[in-house]
């Protein structure tokens, strides 16, 4: 596992709120309870394709339970991300860490493989943004999984690499799922309580731990 108290500066992507909660949620929690800076960009509103909602008001409060030091929401279109030009997006994140003037130790973004088109369209505008240039080359960069989408690409190529010990971070993880309630679901949908407690069980034990979240490494330079 990765000695996370290194990483002062991370900046987590979610196509939509929620997103951030079931993918490293855990992980959010323990890095802040470190003292990590974590900022969190959300891109849609997440009901936008649906029906109208509260979805970024819950992330206000499911961002403050899990210690998120800041976040901000753009406002592209839910679940049609493939209708504005990738530059688009990719200029929004720029923009943002230009406008705050801090450099990310670690990333944590989609898996690419996800089948909901707003994951994979975020995940190749982290890329981009995160290009291989001096000033970003030293970023490491993982990937988390999202449960109700990641699992039904049946052709995924997620290949989990890394594995992050949330045996104490689960109830936390749980808690800030609690104000997103209008978007959990009821067993045995992937997105019940019920499973993402299940998940990090099958996890953890995929690495000899109790409950943990896993992450594909997308890239890491050493110095």
Known sequence: MPDLEK????????AHPDDETLGCGGTIAKLSALGSRVRLL???DGIGAREPGQRISQLSQAAKSLGIFQYKSFNFPDNRMDSVPLLDVVKKIERYVFDESFKPDLILTHSPFCLNIDHRIVYNATITAFRGLDIFSPIKIMSYE???????????NFIPNCYIDIRSQLKDKIAALS???DEMRKHPHPRSLENIERLAAIYGSE????LAERFMIIREVIL
């Open 146 to 156: 999202v449960p109700s989408s990641s699992e039904w690409n049946p052709v995924s």
């Open 179 to 181: 104000f997103y309630k």
């Open 207 to 210: 690495a000899g731990l109790e």
């Open 7 to 14: 990483y002062k500066n991370v900046l987590v992507l979610a």
């Open 42 to 44: 959300t891109f849609t």
